[in-house]
């Protein structure tokens, strides 16, 4: 019995070790937990974002000395792909973008440098419009004025 329990110590301690290992040099992140820098093949900033509505999630990265990374969700207004920020003062990402606004943003297989800026002079029908467009399921969550606890960041060229 004593012998089992020392196996089975012996097999956590291990996992426990590799987890952590895993952890610390991760690139992208994996759901809820942030990455680093993101993995891929670095591409030109497009002239048109029309090809991220294809894909449901997209990985934001900010901070380039020290990089950390996020899931979130992107979307086009008028040809220009925004990244939303829900609960924007609670969370560190929306402020290191604020310090330094040199990003990277991956959609599908490719990372694209860009320029983030908080953009707060929009249309909250347009911004509705173009969330329900790619996002349809998110009817009943969004309302019809955002509230200012998000912020809304649109991506430029660097």
């Not at 426990?16 to 759901?31: M, N, S």
């Not at 959609?107 to 509705?128: H, L, M, N």
């Amino acid at each position: 019995m004593m012998r089992s329990l020392r196996v089975v110590g012996f097999v956590l301690l291990g996992l426990i070790v590799v987890a952590g290992l895993a952890f610390q040099f991760r690139t992208d992140p994996i759901g809820p937990l942030a990455g680093k820098r993101l993995s891929g093949e670095e591409r030109p900033f497009p002239g048109d974002w029309e090809f991220s509505n294809a894909h449901p999630y997209c990985f934001f990265e900010t901070r380039p000395a020290a990089p950390h990374s996020v899931t979130t969700i992107c979307f086009v207004v008028n040809g220009r792909l925004m990244i939303p920020s829900l609960n924007a003062p609670e969370k560190d990402w929306p402020h290191y973008v604020l310090e330094d606004p040199d990003v990277r943003i991956k959609i599908g297989d490719f990372v694209y440098p860009a320029r983030a800026a908080q953009i707060t002079d929009y249309s909250q029908e347009e911004v509705r419009a173009s969330i329900l467009g790619k996002y349809p399921d998110f009817e009943e969550r969004i309302p019809e004025t955002l509230p200012d606890t998000t912020w809304l960041f649109e991506l430029a060229q660097r």
